[in-house]
């Protein structure tokens, strides 16, 4: 069953403590922790999405109308699939019409009506791929909640979230119809000046956002960059 917008919580409840076990780490033991005592965790089982994110797309969509019938979307770095699934639900897409593409390296579970590109979104071939999916066509919105592996080392982890994150957007404005939005997530402060000064000259409004179901002690908040610019060719380039 699909999600309605996050509402009111419910009565405070009684937090679950969980005990240090054998061969469990510490940190282990409080992301089991805090899992099993997150209204969000609790109502992605309830409400059947794939994760708990699914909510951040909802309370984004809510504020911002991201979402629309009929739109074509992709999600990359898609598994386990709860975006899709928001996604497939609001724009109406259907298996006998996908309008939503997912991509990912990882392997994801089927979504009805969405398509699932098994695939590294920054080999050459990706764009071409996800344009065949789409039946010819560039993409409304391109959405990425993609987060590279941490080494713990805060700079290095740094330089490698906005590696992707500039990849991701490199990808949006090959892929993104004029007039489409780019929506990704970003960490420690937001977006480095370098590509945001840079996403201001390709679309016409850049901002952040943190959805309710962002956790407050994380340091993730969502770029969004709407209204893509139309593209400049070079001269010397072929269409």
């Known amino acids: 069953m699909m999600a309605r917008g996050p509402g009111k919580p ?3 409840q009684l937090k679950t ?5 054998r061969r469990r780490s510490s940190s282990s033991t409080r992301w089991l922790q805090r899992q099993l005592n997150d209204p969000y965790v609790a109502r992605a089982r309830k409400e059947g999405y794939k994760s708990r994110a699914a909510f951040k797309l909802i309370e984004l969509n809510q504020k911002y109308k ?4 009929g739109m074509r979307v992709v999600d990359l770095g898609c598994a386990p699939g709860g975006w899709l699934q928001v996604a497939v639900h609001l724009t109406g897409s259907s298996p006998g019409d996908p ?3 997912g991509m990912d390296y990882l392997e994801t579970e089927p979504v009805p009506g969405a398509i699932i590109l098994q695939k590294d979104f920054t080999s050459d071939d990706a764009p071409e791929a996800l344009i065949t999916a789409l039946k010819g066509k560039k993409a409304d919105l391109v959405l990425s909640d993609m987060a590279a592996p941490t080494t713990g080392h805060k700079a290095t982890d740094h330089i ?3 590696a992707l994150v500039e990849m991701a957007a490199d990808f949006a404005m090959d ?3 004029r007039d489409g939005t780019f929506v990704a997530k970003v960490f420690q402060g937001g977006t480095e000046a370098g590509l945001l000064a840079r996403l201001k000259t390709e679309f016409t409004r850049t901002f ?3 959805p309710p179901a962002s956790r407050k002690d994380s340091a993730e908040t969502y770029l969004i ?3 893509l610019r139309d593209r400049v060719t070079d001269p010397g380039t072929h269409a």
Do not use: S, Y
Request: proline residues 4%; without cysteine.
């Open 99 to 101: 309008r939503i593409v």
């Open 10 to 12: 419910a009565a405070r």
């Open 175 to 177: 892929v993104l119809e």
């Open 17 to 21: 403590r969980v005990k240090t076990a």
């Open 208 to 210: 952040h956002a943190k």
């Open 225 to 227: 960059a709407r209204g």
């Open 160 to 162: 490698r979230i906005m």
């Open 66 to 69: 991201l979402l629309k019938p």
